[in-house]
């Protein structure tokens, strides 16, 4: 049976398809895996907490890599909007999703198209284009209000022969 999740509406990340929807954690078919507030004593304990619910049998050899993006973009939130969050994980039939929002600021015009590859030398800037790498799709919503970052990876599906 196929899981039914009410869905936020978020603008695309520039240069993104959306795949449809982003499932928000008011699901209807469930609870979200993870709903919780975060500052900055909190970022080891919740990657460590994203990696534990994930089964790594799910997203096989692309888990760390999703943790990973999940790892950057909660930290963001603690270094440049306000120093807490919130993060949400929730899984469809088809995705695994994590939402993160604040009430920082907003990000600035110049950082909200994706990033080009950063310089070798460059300090920071490394945290949205891993997301962009790691990610089958980033979507974000910013403001004076605070941002909503989603980083979406697809689960497996069934192999096709072609």
């Known amino acids: 049976m196929e ?3 009410e869905h936020e509406v978020l603008r695309p990340a520039p240069g993104r398809e959306p795949s ?3 499932p928000s954690h008011k ?3 469930g609870s979200a895996l993870i709903d ?3 500052g900055r004593d909190d970022i080891a304990v919740l990657r460590h907490e994203v990696g534990r619910r994930l089964d790594p049998g799910l997203l096989g050899d692309r888990l760390d890599g999703f943790i990973l993006a999940v790892n950057e973009v909660i930290t963001n939130v603690v270094l440049h909007a306000g ?3 919130r ?3 929730s899984r469809t039939a088809a995705s695994i999703w994590c939402t993160v929002t604040d009430s920082g600021p907003g990000i600035p015009e110049q950082h909200r198209r994706p990033p080009e590859v950063p310089g070798a030398f460059e300090d920071g800037g490394r945290g949205i284009w891993l997301a962009y790498q790691l990610c089958d799709e980033v979507t974000m919503a910013t403001g004076p209000i605070g941002t ?3 980083l979406r ?3 497996p599906g069934p192999r096709r022969r072609i």
């Open 3 to 5: 899981e039914t999740v």
């Open 87 to 89: 993060l949400v994980l």
């Open 20 to 22: 449809g929807a982003v």
């Open 36 to 38: 919780r507030v975060f």
């Open 83 to 85: 120093g807490s969050g």
């Open 27 to 29: 699901n209807s078919g």
């Open 153 to 155: 990876i697809d689960l």
């Open 148 to 150: 909503t970052i989603g």
